[in-house]
T-cell receptor
Framework: ETGVTQTPRHLVMGMTNKKSLKCEQH?????MYWYKQSAKKPLELMFV???????ENNSVPSRFSPECPNSSHLFLHLHTLQPEDSALYLC??????????????FGPGTRLTVT | GQNIDQPTEMTATEGAIVQINCTYQ??????LFWYQQHAGEAPTFLSY??LDGLEEKGRFSSFLSRSKGYSYLLLKELQMKDSASYLC??????????WGAGTKLIIKP
C-alpha cells in the first residue's frame, strides 16, 4: 500500500448507529487531518494531529470523536449522527503540521450517508 | 472573517488555454496551494506559491500577487482528462489551510 488509504469507501448508517472511519498513511508523515467535504462547499477542517497529539479542533460536534493511536493511523468514531452529517470525509497527511510549504496528501475519502 | 473566492464553474475547449482565478482575504499568509480533484477521487497537489510571480510546471502554471490577494492557475493545451475541480487554499498566520469551494472545469471536444 502506498500513500493514504481510507476504509470504508462508502458507509450508510442510521442516526442511532455507531461506526468508525479508518485512515492509514504510508508516507512517514508527522501530521494527519480529518476534513468534511460537502457539495459546492469549501473543505472543512475537523481535526489535526501532530505527532499523535491533537492540535486543532474546529468546534466539531461531540458526535464526532477522533483517535490517533500512532503517527500512521487515524480514526474518526461516529455516533448518533444527523442527516446533515452526510458528506465525503477525507483524511490527509503532511510531513509537518506547522511548516508553510508542505503539501497535504489525501486519501480517497469515505462517502457517508446518514439515514 | 477569512475568505477564498473562486468561480464555481468554467468551460473550455480541448487544446485551448484556461485561467482559473482565486482571490483571498486571510489573517496572515504563509503560502497558497492549488489542488486538482477528479470526481469521486482525492484532491492531489498541483502547485505552491509563497513569493510573487509565476511558477511553471509543465502544462500548468500558477501565479501569485500577495499585494492584491490574488492567484491564478493557468492550464495550457487542455486535455479531456483535465476535467476536474480545482481547489485554491491559503495557509494563514496559524499555518491552517483555508479552502475555496473549488472551480469545476468542464472540457469540451
Amino acid at each position: 500500500e502506498t500513500g493514504v488509504t481510507q476504509t470504508p469507501r462508502h458507509l450508510v448508517m442510521g442516526m442511532t448507529n455507531k461506526k468508525s472511519l479508518k485512515c492509514e498513511q504510508h508516507l512517514g508523515h508527522n501530521a494527519m487531518y480529518w476534513y468534511k467535504q460537502s457539495a459546492k462547499k469549501p473543505l472543512e477542517l475537523m481535526f489535526v494531529y501532530s505527532l499523535e497529539e491533537r492540535v486543532e479542533n474546529n468546534s466539531v460536534p461531540s458526535r464526532f470523536s477522533p483517535e490517533c493511536p500512532n503517527s500512521s493511523h487515524l480514526f474518526l468514531h461516529l455516533h448518533t449522527l444527523q442527516p446533515e452529517d452526510s458528506a465525503l470525509y477525507l483524511c490527509a497527511s503532511s510531513q509537518d503540521e506547522g511548516a508553510s510549504s508542505y503539501e497535504q496528501y489525501f486519501g480517497p475519502g469515505t462517502r457517508l450517508t446518514v439515514t | 472573517g477569512q475568505n477564498i473566492d473562486q468561480p464555481t464553474e468554467m468551460t473550455a475547449t480541448e487544446g485551448a488555454i484556461v485561467q482559473i482565478n482565486c482571490t483571498y482575504q486571510t489573517s496572515g499568509f504563509n503560502g497558497l496551494f492549488w489542488y486538482q480533484q477528479h470526481a469521486g477521487e482525492a484532491p492531489t497537489f498541483l502547485s505552491y506559491n509563497v513569493l510573487d510571480g509565476l511558477e511553471e510546471k509543465g502544462r500548468f502554471s500558477s501565479f501569485l500577487s500577495r499585494s492584491k490577494g490574488y492567484s491564478y492557475l493557468l492550464l495550457k493545451e487542455l486535455q479531456m482528462k483535465d476535467s476536474a475541480s480545482y481547489l485554491c487554499a491559503v495557509k494563514d498566520s496559524n499555518y491552517q489551510l483555508i479552502w475555496g469551494a473549488g472551480t469545476k472545469l468542464i472540457i469540451k471536444p
